[in-house]
């Protein structure tokens, strides 16, 4: 098995992180996905290419999401369909005798 050189191993690294950001939830006790709290304060974070360096704190999940989105600020890309209540079928009525 011949082995990558250190140099082209680096590269593809640095490509794969190039531009990539990470939001963390700025709330006490474990860390948790981002559809925990979505009204929550992030802080969002970009890859350097040595370290994740802060670039905003923001005020909720929608707002991260203009920085990690910005092509579709401000669309919706799965809209919610139509709310559809529940219409309950009509019992048929019992005679008396039954």
Known sequence: MEEEPLSDWAER??????DR????????????GGHVDPAAPRLVSRWNGYEWEAVAVVANLAE???????????TDPTPCPPAVGRHRRAAPERGEGS
């Not at 950001?21 to 006490?28: G, K």
């Not at 991260?64 to 401000?74: C, N």
């Open 21 to 32: 950001y990470r939001v963390v939830t700025l709330t006490p006790g474990p860390p948790a």
């Open 64 to 74: 991260a999401k203009r920085i990690l989105y910005p092509e579709t600020a401000g």
């Open 13 to 18: 690294r640095s490509r794969r992180r190039a």
